[in-house]
């Protein structure tokens, strides 16, 4: 069972802190299964590391291998210097990012982790936040 904390997002409720590392898996699998379009889900730490998750089986990576760990670390950087605006602008709820290759969800989860999402750049990424939901308890 995964425990999540509700936070209000532009008017939406946003669940977001995962307590259980133990389900981590199946939220990288469920995301996963939703959509082919699906390219990689994963969990990283605090130090960029992916720690659960990774690429669809059948898809192929469009960054050489040797680039995936500065990837990472560019996602955890990038989110760092949106939560030191969190004061201000209020609790960060997920990054989208939309490239002309690829798209990317990215969303803060308990103990400094982050759930990264990479999809083909036409699929809608609103799907990920009701998955989480459906894992947690209030």
Request: glycine content about 6%; overall charge neutral.
């Amino acid at each position: 069972m995964i425990l999540v904390r509700k936070v209000k997002h532009a008017g939406v409720n946003v669940y977001m802190d995962i307590l259980s590392p133990c389900n981590l898996k199946d939220i990288c699998n469920t995301i996963m299964n939703m959509d082919p379009r699906v390219r990689f889900v994963g969990v990283l730490d605090k130090d960029a590391k992916l720690i659960e998750g990774g690429m669809r089986k059948e898809v192929s990576p469009l960054l050489p291998a040797d680039k995936d760990d500065l990837f990472y670390l560019r996602i955890i950087s990038h989110l760092k210097e949106l939560k030191d605006l969190a004061s201000t602008l209020g609790d960060l709820g997920y990054g989208f990012i939309k490239m002309a290759k690829i798209s990317f969800v990215y969303l803060s989860l308990k103990d400094s982790r982050t759930l990264l999402v990479s999809m083909e750049p036409d699929v809608d990424p609103s799907f990920i936040i009701p998955t989480i939901r459906n894992y947690m308890v209030e």
